[in-house]
Each structure stands twice: as C-alpha cells, then as structure tokens.
C-alpha cells in the first residue's frame, strides 16, 4: 500500500512506555486469551507466505491524547483508557509524521464519540471477516454502532487522509500492522 500519510514505529517492551504519544497514532500489541489466539489463527487465513508474520497482531488502539488517553474496542464495547496499561507487554507505536493537528483532533473525536456512545464490540463484524476469510467472498455485514479494534482504529486514522485497500470496518489487526509494515519481535527476545 502506498501511503498518503508519513509515518514511523517505535517499540516498546515489557516495562518500557510511550512518553510522547500524540493523538491518532496507534499502537498494534498481541493478547495471550483464547480470543486473541482466535484472533490470529482468522488472520493467518489471509497472511500466508511472507506476508504471514503480521498476523502476530491480534488487538489495536488508538491514542486521543498526549498523556497517554487511549480508546479501544474490548468484548466489553468501544473503552477509554490509558496505554499505561500496556506496560507488562510488547507493542508498537505507529506515529503519524505529517497529519495536522487538526486531523488528529479528528480521529481522536471520533473514537471518542465511538466510546461516548458506549458502542459494542462487533461480534457480527468477526463472523463476517470469518465466513469472507473462510469462503473467499467479499460479502460484508455488521450493525452500525458496532466496532471490532482496528476497524475503530482504521475508521479513525480515515479522518487524517488514509485510505486502505480494505474497507476499513473490516480490517484485522494484521491489516494494520501489513499497511504499516509493523515487524513483530524478534524471536528468542523473551518477548510477548
């Protein structure tokens, strides 16, 4: 994918934190749950060859400020919180270099109204992905008010100018971390 926006990744291991997020960036980190593992195998259904190290992601947030306020969509709905959080594990930053402030404020308002609105997780966005990845079509379907995590985080960093080669609502983590080519750890790191 060719992108319109300038960006940069930065790592952050077990016990390390962002000190300078800024809104609409976003952090890509991988779960050890059932459902995360789920996640993943549905993913590697898409990424195969080379191309397969990007399902290593399974979850996606989003920054709304510069103290490290995060939305996220979780089981529970689309969340507010903040990245300290993350801190026991491993994830990656994709900061955005040239979107105006003005645009940030965008994507940032915009998962925010999504966590106002106490949105739910969009099991019925997953069972879609599932039966496109399954069967090969391109056949699409959710609730409105729904948001699985980087469908959020795609629909957000849409308001900075992106635009993906998948409909945004029904991206996966490995979409992202594929459209930014977001490595996962190296092996044997003791990383999570």
């Known amino acids: 994918m060719e992108h319109r926006i300038q960006f940069h990744i930065q790592k952050f291991g077990p016990g390390e934190s962002i000190q300078d997020p800024k809104p609409g960036d976003f952090a890509l980190t991988r779960g050890?749950?059932?459902?995360?593992?789920?996640?993943?195998?549905?993913?590697?259904?898409?990424?195969?060859?080379?191309?397969?190290?990007?399902?290593y992601w399974n979850h996606a947030l989003l920054f709304v400020d510069d103290k490290g306020g995060i939305v996220e969509a979780l089981g529970s709905g689309v969340t507010p919180g903040n990245i300290s959080k993350y801190t026991p594990v491993t994830y990656h930053v994709v900061c955005l270099d040239?979107?105006?402030?003005?645009?940030?404020?965008?994507?940032?308002?915009?998962a925010e109204y999504c966590a106002e609105k106490h949105e739910k997780y969009g099991y019925l966005t997953i069972a879609s992905i599932a039966?496109?990845?399954?069967?090969?079509?391109?056949?699409?379907?959710?609730?409105?008010?729904?948001?699985i995590c980087s469908g959020l985080v795609a629909r957000a960093l849409e308001r900075t100018g992106e635009i993906f080669e998948i409909d945004s609502w029904h991206m996966m983590p490995?979409?992202?971390?594929?459209?930014?080519?977001?490595?996962?750890?190296?092996?044997?790191?003791?990383e999570r």
């Open 32 to 55: 050890q749950e059932w459902t995360s593992f789920m996640i993943r195998v549905g993913e590697r259904l898409r990424y195969r060859g080379p191309d397969r190290k990007y399902a």
């Open 131 to 147: 039966l496109s990845l399954l069967f090969g079509g391109r056949l699409g379907f959710g609730i409105d008010g729904q948001e």
């Open 98 to 110: 040239d979107v105006s402030d003005k645009d940030r404020r965008h994507a940032a308002a915009f």
């Open 174 to 190: 490995a979409d992202l971390a594929a459209a930014y080519e977001v490595e996962p750890p190296t092996k044997g790191t003791g």
